[in-house]
């Protein structure tokens, strides 16, 4: 059977690929960060793989966390982060506004969450968490509403009600001076009410207070629990950039805080991006790096095993042999200059899942392409193998992919990496010096006035995301971040572009400026 009847690479992006769950690879991200009870971050780069693994952990709870314990997924696509600017208590340092806020949002789920358990299990729920559970249907409604729901309008009534501090009436289920019907009370009337706000505010903390003792009643006695949280990036844009950083901040902090306080009985796992924990104003959040989280890292074989997993998926379904290495795919062992396929198409990725699948996907569409093409003089012959001249065909779309990819992941909190790939684009070569980029850099508009000072900073930037590498020592071995990951940035006399943005920069390999 021709290979463009049944290759199939999947999906770029996770939330899209139906076929996931077929043929997920797990890299051991997850096992590292479950197996520390401090441990509540999952960082990794934008398409490295972050909701692939969150919707792996979703759909296989019981080989990651038990089959006793609970799982809660949260994936924030939709959801109303405006809220949390009305529940924030300026008097706290900027990294804490939001920790209270998040601590309801947790709080609650591991409420409904255990509640749910007890159910589920045909076991009668102890007095206290009836009681908890109870309220919420007070305050919110029977059944208790999404998370999604609650942070919303239902949330914004609170901020009417007469909820006295929480004692031992309210805890032992008497509800009888909370009234279910507060009236509606917009945002906007909320936002410009500074008495509203208070009480909201103080009620939110006295219910916070309140879920606090309940959960650590009989504590142990419960399973664990796991809340989940993705794409909580959704609000990251250039208008809601600066109430981001201070919400996503104020997740890290209530995980964190959850994390120690219940002994990792409560477990918070938050997904994130990596470049945005980088700019959040978080104490300590070096020590949060490496003491609470596990990064998403890929090598080359466990990347080429992700991609032959999805290959050999399809290729059974047409009752193929298995692939047991990529370059196998080719109809030729060697490209230009002697390179294997794989060695090429690696190359030009940063070593993650969706930078191997685009370029390995544009490799099918180029032969498709040539397959189709109109004015060819013969019609091309079926082939049982991936064209190693394709790949040649599907570079510049990819190069300018990987380009658009790198600027939507940075353009917000470093806006100046578009004056850098123009700055890179102008002086027209793969290889540069600091001095020659500065040079071209001063010409953009936001280079305007950057100091040669300033430039150590940006080639930092541009290493640590793996734009450009450099030589160490006597090597002749070009060093990209994402091919070395423990490697530091050096100050170095020459750098040169990453193989992937060479394309979509029309830069030229020194000798060909030359000849």
């Known amino acids: 059977m021709p290979i463009l009847e049944w290759i199939n690479f999947g999906k770029v992006s996770a939330e899209r690929d139906d076929l996931l769950g077929n043929y997920f690879y797990d890299n051991g991200v997850?096992?590292?960060?479950?197996?520390?009870?401090s441990s509540f971050l999952v960082l990794g780069r934008k398409g490295a793989g972050k909701t692939a693994v969150f919707k792996h952990l979703s759909t296989k709870k019981n080989d990651f966390v038990g089959r006793d314990n609970i799982l809660v997924s949260l994936?924030?696509?939709d959801y109303n982060w405006n809220i949390h600017s009305l529940l924030i208590n300026s008097g706290k340092a900027e990294s804490m506004l939001y920790k209270q806020s998040w601590r309801f949002v947790i709080l609650i789920e591991c409420i409904k969450a255990f509640y749910t358990w007890y159910e589920e299990n045909k076991k009668k729920a102890p007095k206290h968490l009836t009681a908890a559970h109870r309220l919420l249907e007070k305050l919110f409604d029977s059944p208790i509403p999404s998370i999604y729901q609650i942070v919303g309008r239902k949330l914004?009534?609170?901020?009417?009600?007469?909820?006295?501090?929480?004692?031992?009436?309210?805890?032992?289920?008497?509800?009888?001076?909370i009234s279910a019907d507060a009236g509606s009370i917009t945002f906007d009337q909320l936002q410009g009410d500074p008495s509203l706000q208070d009480h909201l505010s103080q009620?939110?903390?006295?219910?916070?207070?309140?879920?606090?003792?309940?959960?650590?009643?009989?504590?142990?006695e419960r399973p664990k629990i796991f809340i989940c949280f993705d794409r909580v990036d959704e609000a990251w844009d250039d208008v809601s950039y600066e109430t981001s950083k201070k919400v996503i901040a104020g997740l890290i902090t209530a995980s964190d805080s959850i994390c120690t306080q219940y002994a990792g009985a409560i477990r918070p796992i938050v997904f994130l991006r990596e470049d945005i924990f980088d700019v959040l104003s978080i104490n300590d959040s070096n020590k949060l790096r490496e003491d609470c989280g596990a990064l998403l890292n890929w090598e080359r074989a466990s990347l080429q095993n992700l991609i032959l997993k999805r290959v050999n998926y399809h290729g059974q379904l047409q009752n193929k042999p298995a692939i047991a290495d990529i370059d196998s795919l080719f109809d030729k062992e060697e490209m230009r200059q002697r390179a294997k396929p794989s060695s090429y198409i690696f190359k030009r990725t940063m070593m993650r899942p969706r930078d191997a699948i685009s370029l390995l996907s544009r490799v099918v569409d180029a032969m498709r392409d040539s397959a189709r093409d109109p004015f060819a003089e013969a019609p091309a012959q079926p082939s049982e193998k991936l064209e190693v001249e394709a790949i040649y065909a599907a570079e510049p779309g990819y190069s300018e992919w990987l380009k658009k990819e790198l600027l939507d992941e940075w353009k917000?909190?470093?806006?100046?990496?578009?004056?850098l790939f123009n700055a890179i684009q102008n002086a027209g070569s793969t290889n540069f010096t600091k001095e020659q980029l500065h040079a071209e850099l001063v010409k953009t508009e936001l280079g305007k006035s950057v100091t040669a000072a300033d430039m150590s900073s940006n080639l930092r930037?541009?290493?640590?995301?793996?734009?450009?590498?450099?030589?160490?020592?006597e090597s002749t071995q070009w060093r990209y971040k994402?091919?070395?990951?423990?490697q530091g940035f050096l100050e170095a006399d020459e750098y040169k572009v990453h193989d992937g943005l060479v394309r979509a920069l029309n830069l030229k390999e020194p000798r060909d400026r030359e000849g």
């Open 412 to 419: 917000v909190q470093k806006p100046i990496i578009e004056d």
């Open 461 to 473: 930037f541009l290493f640590d995301n793996s734009i450009i590498g450099f030589k160490v020592g």
């Open 482 to 486: 994402c091919f070395y990951p423990s």
């Open 156 to 177: 914004l009534s609170l901020s009417a009600l007469s909820l006295p501090k929480i004692g031992a009436d309210i805890e032992d289920g008497d509800f009888g001076g």
């Open 30 to 37: 997850l096992k590292s960060v479950l197996e520390s009870p």
């Open 75 to 77: 994936s924030f696509e």
């Open 203 to 220: 009620n939110i903390e006295n219910l916070i207070d309140y879920f606090d003792r309940t959960l650590a009643i009989d504590l142990h």
